[in-house]
């Protein structure tokens, strides 16, 4: 099995405190935000990236360097899979939803996560036609019409995992991807794509929200919450629960 660690912080908590480990990039790029909202996101979003990559590459946390260049396309432009340069063993994905920011690292197998709010406002039908396999969008179809927007959320959580797995993003259609058994099968996989279909596995984090965690090998997950910045102050990792969050679990 592979040990993954996955980190949740509420940004609302968190992000003044994290605003001094920004570069002065992403300071500037923070005040360009109109939504207090997602300003809070992205300051915790990139202060985290920064501060645990200080604590896996043991340097300070001005030394890191993320790199967000694109590896699957000929420009190589900043919209990549973000990854820590001088770490080539590392993976991470990060992904925000509400007032969470959630990262996930390995340096055992490849790693894609999402987050979703539950409350989101949307309609399962429409987005469903564009992003669900046939399959998919049948058991959503035969469920209370109460039912098919969480049900949506979570199948869609998978997808997004699994294509920020591989670091696609939404260049793979999603309707092509399916994630409603243990893993996510895509019958033509681009280049890039691994080759063993992804283990999706279902994070349990608070009720209001859905998160998944796609992996190449079989996880050991360690759900650690961040309550405080200074010297990484970190509630005690605790093993996420099997019935909830162990590989290949059902939604």
């Known amino acids: 099995m592979a040990d993954v660690e996955v980190w949740v912080a509420d940004a609302v908590v968190l992000a003044q405190q994290a605003e001094p480990l920004l570069s002065t990039a992403e300071t500037e790029r923070s005040a360009r935000y109109v939504s207090v909202a997602a300003r809070r996101l992205f300051v915790l979003s990139r202060a985290l990236q920064r501060l645990l990559g200080s604590a896996y590459l043991g340097v300070p946390p001005e030394r890191v360097e993320v790199d967000r260049s694109c590896r699957l396309c000929s420009d190589g432009g900043d919209h990549g899979k973000p990854y820590l340069r001088g ?23 490849r790693v894609g996560a999402d987050i979703e709010r539950l409350d989101r406002r949307l309609d399962p039908g429409l987005l469903g036609a564009r992003t669900l396999a046939a399959a998919e969008q049948a058991d959503l179809d035969a469920l209370p019409a109460a039912d ?21 993003g939404l260049t793979v259609p999603l309707a092509s991807v399916r994630v409603d058994g243990p893993t996510a099968c895509l019958a033509a996989p681009p280049a890039g794509w691994p080759a063993e279909p992804p283990i999706l596995t279902t994070l349990p984090v608070p009720e209001e929200y859905t998160a998944a965690l796609a992996t190449t090998a079989a996880p050991r997950v360690a759900l650690r919450e961040i309550t405080d910045l200074a010297g990484i102050g970190l509630a005690p990792a605790r093993p996420a629960d099997r019935r909830d969050a162990g590989p290949g679990a059902t939604i």
Do not use: M, N, Q
């Open 148 to 168: 098919r927007p969480a049900r949506f959320l979570r199948l869609w959580t998978r997808k997004e995992a699994a294509v920020k797995l591989a670091g696609h």
């Open 87 to 109: 770490a080539p063993g590392l993976d991470y994905s990060v992904s925000h939803a509400g007032r969470l920011v959630l990262l996930a690292w390995s340096s055992a197998c």
